[in-house]
T-cell receptor, first 110, second 109 residues
């Protein structure tokens, strides 16, 4: 069965520091992968999605970037965090209309 | 305008009540998901639908393709059902899941 590993679960980072959140998928190949962000009290907003290695689509302009160096690895990064980057980040995987979700990372930028 | 609309945004009910949460979308879909998000943030997939109806325990999900509408029902609701319920769709020909804003459900004992 498919599983998603997303880490870390919580993270506190100072403004201006870099960020790297990693998501890996098991049990499937060539999935579509997604990064979502949920600001406090808001719904999930799509940040990036990827349909294959090295293929990244960005949904909203922002301070973040994403990379997919391997088929089942999706990384969310920032060179310099802003206070507004705080939120809950969720990795998701979709394959043949079935969707699976990571446990999320709660990021607090201080 | 969000392409996936959920209603209500917030719902408070007493233990034992029958709960209905609605989801509407705008164009043809290949699949619709109902998800549950607890206060810690983790998301659990409840159902995936492309037609008809599915049941799991006290949860029932239905979808009407013609009306572009889905409902999630909870029978004999319990305080542990308190969570945010999210509808997400995969549009036909698209490659991304689109989420609704979620419905915050609170069941009081």
């Amino acid at each position: 069965s498919q599983t998603i590993h997303q880490w870390p679960a919580t993270l506190v980072q100072p403004v201006g520091s870099p960020l790297s959140l990693e998501c890996t998928v098991e049990g499937t190949s060539n999935p579509n992968l997604y990064w979502y962000r949920q600001a406090a009290g808001r719904g999930l907003q799509l940040l990036f999605y990827s349909v294959g290695i090295g293929q990244i689509s960005s949904e909203v302009p922002q301070n973040l970037s994403a990379s997919r160096p391997q088929d089942r690895q999706f990384i969310l990064s920032s060179k310099k965090l802003l206070l507004s980057d705080s939120g809950f980040y969720l990795c998701a995987c979709e394959r043949n209309t079935e969707a699976f979700f990571g446990q999320g990372t709660r990021l607090t930028v201080v | 305008k969000n392409e996936v609309e959920q209603s209500p945004q917030n719902l408070t009910a007493q233990e034992g009540e029958f709960i209905t949460i609605n989801c509407s979308y705008s164009v043809g879909i290949s699949a619709l998901h109902w998800l549950q998000q607890h206060p810690g943030g983790g998301i659990v997939s409840l159902f995936m639908l492309s037609s008809g109806k599915k049941k799991h325990g006290r949860l029932i999900a239905t979808i009407n393709i013609q009306e572009k509408h889905s409902s999630l029902h909870i029978t004999a609701s319990h305080p542990r059902d308190s969570a945010v319920y999210i509808c997400a769709v995969m549009y036909q020909g698209a490659q991304k899941l689109v989420f609704g804003q979620g419905t915050r459900l609170t069941i009081n004992p």
